[in-house]
C-alpha cells in the first residue's frame, strides 16, 4: 500500500492550508512525463503535489521525482504507489506496463486501474501525512477519477498533453455531428465551428477513443467522455499565445476554465535532471558528444516517440531516405532489439555508411536536451502533442508524419495554422487498417531536404518556429500566462481565507 514521506503543511498558522493536488496519471509516458513536470511545476510554485500510481509508473519517474523532492529546492512532491489486483480485474500478474500491454488485455488494464480508486481514497483519508488533498488532477484515461475526487470532496480537474486545437477540432467532430450520413472513412470533411477551412477524415479523427475494434471499448469511451464533461476545468500542457483563439473557443464550448501551463518541459533547469526525463538510462553523453561535432543547425533530429513502433519494411525506408537526404541525422530507433536480424543488421550497415553523419540511437534519447541543442535544425515527428510542443519550445521546423490518435490533427495544426511543418502525406492512421502504410524513401528524402534546405519556404518556417519559441519561453516566464495560470491554480485550490474555489 501507499508509502510517502511527510511533508508539512506549507502554512505554519493553521488558519489556511496549501493547495494539495493528487495526480493520477496514466502509466505511458506521452502522459505521464507531462503530468509529472506539471506537478513539479505547481509545487514550485507553493502546492504540495501528491502522484498517485502503480509500482511500474513509479519505476519510471521516482528518480525525477526523489530528486525534486531531495534538490536544494525540497519540493513537496511525492509518490504513492499502489499494486493493482490483477486477479480482480482479469489482468495477467505484471501486465502494468502499459507501453507493452496487449491489446487483448486493455479493458482489463483500465478495469484494474479503476479498482485503486477504493485503496486511494482509503489511504489519502486514513493514512496520509497531512494535508488533506484539495484538488484531483486526473488523465482523462482515469475517468474512476472522477468517484476518487466525489469521495474525498474536492474538485477535479482534468489534465491533458493535448493542443486545443486539436481537442477543439475533435469536439466540434462530435457536437456538430460532421460524419453523419459520411460513409467513407476516408471522405474529406471540414472541422465544423472554425475561423479556418480544416479538413479531417474520420479516420483521422473518429472521435476520441472512438472506433477502436476492442469488445466494451466504446462503454470505456463513454465513462471518459462523462469523466471529461463533469470536471470541473481543464489544464492542458500549451501555451494560450500559440493558439490563443482555440483555447477560448474550448473553454467556451465545455463551458469549464481551461489553464494552459506550458510548455512544461521548460520546467527542468538542471541538465541531469532534464536528460533522464522519461527514462534513467538515457546516454545524454553519447548524444551530446556526437552534436557537439556537427555544424549549427545541420542536424535533423528523428522520433516517433514512446508507442510507435516501425515495421521492418518502414525502417529501411525510413533509413535509406534519411541516408539519401545528406543532410546528418540522429536517428532514434525505439525498442531497436525487437526487430529481427536482418532489420538489426540493416540498421549496423547504415551506421557504417553514414559513420560521422548520422547517429542512430537504439531505445531513448533525452529528446529535449537533444532537440535543443545548436547542433540539431529540424525534427521529423510523428506529431505525438509533447513532441509536437518540444518542436516548437525549441524552435524547430518539423516534417510531420503522424500515426495515429490525436497525431493527424496537430500535424493540421503544425503544418497549416502555425506554418512550421512539412507533411510526409500519410492520410491514413497505421492502427487498425488491414493494409500496410509505407512511406517511400524518396518521399522521406524530399520532405527532409525541405524542412534542412535553404529558400524563402524554409527560411519562412524557421522564422515561425523562433518566433513562437519566443512565445513559449516567454509564457513560463513571470508574469507570462503559463507561470500565471500556475499560480492561479494554487491559489484557487488552497483553502486558505484568500483562496477562491471555481
Ligand atoms: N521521448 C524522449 N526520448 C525518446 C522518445 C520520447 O525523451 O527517445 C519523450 C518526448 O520528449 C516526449 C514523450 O517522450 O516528451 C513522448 O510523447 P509524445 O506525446 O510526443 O508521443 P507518444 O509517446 O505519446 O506517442
Known amino acids: 500500500q501507499g508509502q510517502a514521506a511527510a511533508i508539512g503543511n506549507g502554512d505554519a498558522d493553521g488558519t489556511k492550508q496549501a493547495a494539495h493536488f493528487v495526480f493520477v496519471p496514466l502509466?505511458?509516458?506521452?502522459?505521464?512525463?507531462?503530468?509529472?513536470?506539471?506537478?513539479?511545476?505547481?509545487?514550485?510554485?507553493?502546492?504540495?503535489?501528491?502522484?498517485?500510481?502503480?509500482?511500474?509508473?513509479?519505476?519510471?519517474?521516482?528518480?525525477?521525482?526523489d530528486a525534486a523532492a531531495a534538490g536544494h529546492s525540497g519540493l513537496p512532491v511525492r509518490l504513492l504507489e499502489f499494486p493493482l489486483d490483477y486477479a480482480a480485474a482479469g489482468l495477467p500478474e505484471g501486465a502494468d506496463d502499459a507501453d507493452r500491454i496487449d491489446p487483448a488485455y486493455m479493458i482489463n488494464f483500465y478495469r484494474a486501474l479503476a479498482l485503486l480508486r477504493a485503496p486511494v481514497e482509503r489511504h489519502l483519508r486514513e493514512h496520509a501525512p497531512p494535508p488533506y488533498p484539495t484538488c484531483v488532477v486526473s488523465d482523462i484515461f482515469n475517468p474512476w477519477a472522477s468517484e476518487l475526487a466525489a469521495g474525498l470532496g474536492v474538485p477535479r480537474l482534468s489534465?491533458?498533453?493535448?493542443?486545443?486545437?486539436?481537442?477543439?477540432?475533435?469536439?466540434?467532430?462530435?457536437?456538430?455531428?460532421?460524419?453523419?450520413?459520411?460513409?467513407?472513412?476516408?471522405?474529406p470533411v471540414v472541422v465544423p465551428g472554425l475561423d479556418r477551412k480544416i479538413v479531417v477524415t474520420r479516420a483521422q479523427a473518429p472521435g476520441f477513443l472512438r472506433g477502436i475494434p476492442i469488445p466494451e471499448w466504446e462503454a470505456l469511451a463513454d465513462y471518459i467522455e462523462r469523466a471529461r464533461a463533469e470536471a470541473d476545468g481543464v489544464i492542458m500542457?500549451?501555451?494560450?499565445?500559440?493558439?490563443?483563439?482555440?483555447?477560448?473557443?474550448?473553454?467556451?464550448?465545455?463551458?469549464?476554465?481551461?489553464?494552459?501551463?506550458?510548455?512544461v518541459s521548460l520546467h527542468h533547469?538542471?541538465?541531469?535532471?532534464?536528460?533522464?526525463?522519461?527514462?534513467?538510462?538515457?546516454?545524454?553523453a553519447a548524444c551530446l558528444r556526437w552534436l557537439d561535432g556537427r555544424d549549427p543547425g545541420s542536424v535533423v533530429y528523428v522520433s516517433f516517440g514512446s508507442i510507435v513502433q516501425a515495421s521492418p519494411k518502414q525502417l529501411v525506408e525510413l533509413g535509406l531516405g534519411l541516408e539519401a537526404s545528406g543532410h546528418p541525422f540522429l536517428w532514434v530507433v525505439r525498442n531497436a532489439g525487437a526487430y529481427d536480424a536482418e532489420a538489426r543488421a540493416f540498421l549496423d550497415g547504415l551506421q557504417e555508411r553514414v559513420s560521422g553523419r548520422g547517429l542512430v540511437v537504439r531505445g531513448w534519447a533525452p529528446q529535449v536536451t537533444v532537440l535543443s541543442h545548436p547542433a540539431v535544425g529540424g525534427f521529423v515527428t510523428h506529431c505525438g502533442w509533447n513532441s509536437t510542443l518540444e518542436a516548437v519550445t525549441a524552435g524547430l521546423p518539423v516534417v510531420t508524419w503522424p500515426h495515429f490518435t490525436d497525431q493527424f490533427l496537430n500535424e493540421r495544426m503544425a503544418v497549416e495554422v502555425l506554418g512550421i511543418g512539412v507533411s510526409v502525406g500519410v492520410t491514413e492512421p497505421i492502427t487498425f487498417v488491414a493494409k500496410e502504410i509505407v512511406v517511400r524513401r524518396g518521399v522521406v528524402e524530399q520532405a527532409v531536404r525541405s524542412v534542412m534546405g535553404a529558400g524563402e519556404e524554409a527560411e519562412g518556417r524557421r522564422r515561425r518556429?523562433?518566433?513562437?519559441?519566443?512565445?513559449?519561453?516567454?509564457?513560463?516566464?513571470?508574469?507570462?500566462?503559463?507561470?500565471?495560470?500556475?499560480?492561479?491554480?494554487?491559489?484557487?485550490?488552497?483553502?486558505?481565507p484568500a483562496a477562491s474555489q471555481v
Open 27 to 65: 502509466n505511458e509516458l506521452g502522459h505521464l512525463i507531462p503530468a509529472v513536470d506539471t506537478a513539479l511545476l505547481l509545487a514550485t510554485h507553493g502546492a504540495v503535489c501528491t502522484i498517485v500510481g502503480t509500482p511500474s509508473m513509479a519505476a519510471r519517474v521516482r528518480h525525477t521525482v
Open 159 to 187: 489534465f491533458f498533453s493535448m493542443s486545443a486545437f486539436s481537442v477543439l477540432c475533435q469536439h466540434n467532430l462530435e457536437r456538430f455531428g460532421a460524419f453523419a450520413g459520411v460513409e467513407d472513412a476516408n471522405a
Open 237 to 263: 500542457n500549451t501555451v494560450t499565445e500559440m493558439e490563443p483563439e482555440y483555447v477560448a473557443s474550448y473553454a467556451a464550448a465545455r463551458g469549464m476554465k481551461v489553464w494552459t501551463v506550458g510548455p
Open 269 to 284: 533547469q538542471d541538465a541531469a535532471t532534464l536528460a533522464s526525463r522519461g527514462n534513467a538510462d538515457a546516454d545524454a
Open 465 to 496: 518556429a523562433r518566433e513562437l519559441a519566443a512565445k513559449a519561453r516567454a509564457a513560463v516566464q513571470e508574469g507570462g500566462s503559463s507561470h500565471a495560470n500556475l499560480l492561479d491554480l494554487v491559489k484557487r485550490f488552497g483553502t486558505g
